[in-house]
């Protein structure tokens, strides 16, 4: 059975290709070869050399493909904040000590444990106690 298919040209393939995925609402197109592609991510980034681009929309999606060319990944760059540990205020260990009725030692680490709100810190003390 194999043996009796005649081989299509690649272009009335593309083209039936084309036709049939039009059929199923999907509009492709080749865009052509890209000189590069970056893609950022939080960690790392990643260029594309020459790949080739292949635009399709689906609905009202549009989805563009990347296919092939010479991935190179570079780690980033960018430094991210180096968020310092919160330390909460004396008033406002006081305060959550007082209102929850405990000592400033479990207070403040409520504080820490709910970073300074110190509605939550009352509320976890007070569920503590019961």
Do not use: C, H, W
Not at 16 to 26: F, N, P, V
Not at 36 to 53: A, C, G, H, T, Y
Request: aromatic share 2%; hydrophobic share 40%.
């Amino acid at each position: 059975m194999l043996n009796s298919m005649k081989k299509l040209p690649a272009r009335q393939l593309r083209r039936m290709q084309a036709r049939m995925l039009e059929s199923l609402g999907l509009n492709l197109k080749e865009l052509g070869v890209a000189e590069e592609v970056v893609i950022r991510l939080q960690d790392k980034e990643l260029r594309i050399k020459n790949p080739s681009i292949m635009f399709m929309k689906i609905e009202n999606e549009n989805i563009y493909q990347v296919i092939g060319g010479e991935v190179e990944e570079i780690e980033s760059t960018i430094e991210k904040p180096v968020e310092e540990a919160y330390q909460p205020s004396q008033e406002d260990i006081m305060l959550v000590a007082v209102q929850a009725g405990v000592s400033e030692e479990e207070a403040k680490n409520a504080l820490v444990e709910t970073n300074g709100d110190l509605a939550k810190a009352i509320l976890l003390l007070k569920s503590r106690k019961t």
